[in-house]
């Protein structure tokens, strides 16, 4: 990289190989992706194409830490057909399914996308039923795991049957056991998640803003966020990282913030894109990336899923060339735009 912006490494930071990478995604997901021309609400579509998968957040960030070389070990719940399609796709890629098996049926999540504009339009069913036991059984599941200088990150929504602090007590669990905690969360799970201090916090900006900002509700700008950024780093959170979509995303640590430059793209579907840049960023800090490094690897995770049209790395994907197009511009944070 040429920039001479690059940050360095946070005070706490991965230093080579180590265990898997542990993903929790406790309300994982069928994905069933369908293609039409585009979407008329009210009208009778025909579909062009239709592929499903293993998905939700979780299935996408272990999907494409594994292309990138991490070894994964994935915790959630998985149950009925859609459970097992996800279970075989854990064997068929080499991840560890450590999921927690229930008596209800995995959610399926619709995902149309339209080939006319690139949009993409989601339906997120909820999450399934779970037993008491069923939830014991996924806590000591993740428990027994957690060790010095783990990564385990957490990822997507909750099912209605987890309370809004889970997050939260991963956290402090892998606080006490030494370990890096990462959040990709959203609303009250995210605020509840902060609150326990984690590693690193990674949003978009619409979720940054709404959990953690100012409450708006839109896209923000830069100057919407610095000061709020700005009070996770003095309150202890090692890196916050806050997307925006196709523009200049934010990283901070105690040593500064930066404004930083994705590549850009042709957008055929930008959904997974925030999942895609979040398993790069981890894969590479896994294995021995430094922070600059891991920043630029997820920016080109980011394009180059918005740049097709199934969410998540496929296998073969290269960064390399868009990783080497990112650029780092330090910004300046007075003490007076530190939001307490």
């Not at 209800?104 to 080939?115: N, Q, W």
Request: charged share 20%.
């Amino acid at each position: 990289m040429t920039s001479t912006n690059i940050p360095p490494n946070p005070r706490r930071w991965p230093t080579g190989a180590r265990d898997p990478l542990m993903i929790v995604g406790p309300n994982p997901a069928m994905d069933r992706l369908e293609v039409i021309g585009q979407l008329e609400p009210g009208s009778v579509h025909r579909v062009r194409r239709v592929h499903a998968r293993a998905g939700g957040k979780s299935f996408i960030v272990g999907r494409s830490a594994r292309v990138l070389g991490a070894d994964v070990e994935m915790f959630g719940f998985l149950g009925g057909a859609a459970g097992e399609l996800a279970r075989t796709e854990c064997r068929e890629l080499g991840i560890d399914d450590r999921h927690t098996s229930i008596a209800a049926d995995t959610r399926i999540t619709a995902v149309i996308v339209e080939s006319k504009t690139g949009r993409s339009t989601v339906f997120n069913e909820p999450g399934p039923p779970l037993t008491d036991d069923e939830r014991q059984t996924f806590w000591d599941a993740v428990s027994e795991r957690l060790g010095a200088e783990r990564i385990v990150a957490c990822t997507g929504s909750l099912p209605p049957d987890l309370p809004a602090d889970s997050y939260g007590r991963i956290v402090a669990a892998a606080n006490a056991a030494g370990a890096y905690s990462a959040i990709d969360a959203s609303g009250k799970v995210l605020r509840a998640a902060v609150t326990a201090t984690p590693w690193l916090v990674k949003c978009n900006g619409q979720e940054f803003r709404a959990a953690i900002g100012d409450g708006a509700s839109g896209d923000p700008d830069v100057p919407d966020l610095v000061g709020h950024v700005a009070a996770l780093i003095s309150g202890g959170v090692s890196i916050v990282v806050v997307t925006m979509g196709p523009k200049d995303f934010l990283a901070a640590t105690a040593d500064g913030m930066w404004s930083v430059t994705a590549p850009g793209v042709d957008v055929v579907n930008a959904t997974g894109s925030g999942d895609t840049f979040f398993a790069a960023f981890l894969a590479t800090a896994s294995q021995g990336g430094s922070f600059a490094d891991s920043l630029a690897a997820a920016a080109a995770g980011g394009a180059v899923n918005a740049s097709q049209l199934e969410p998540g790395l496929q296998p073969g994907a290269e960064l390399a060339a868009l990783a080497a197009q990112v650029r780092f511009s330090a910004l300046e944070v007075s003490a007076a735009e530190v939001r307490s």
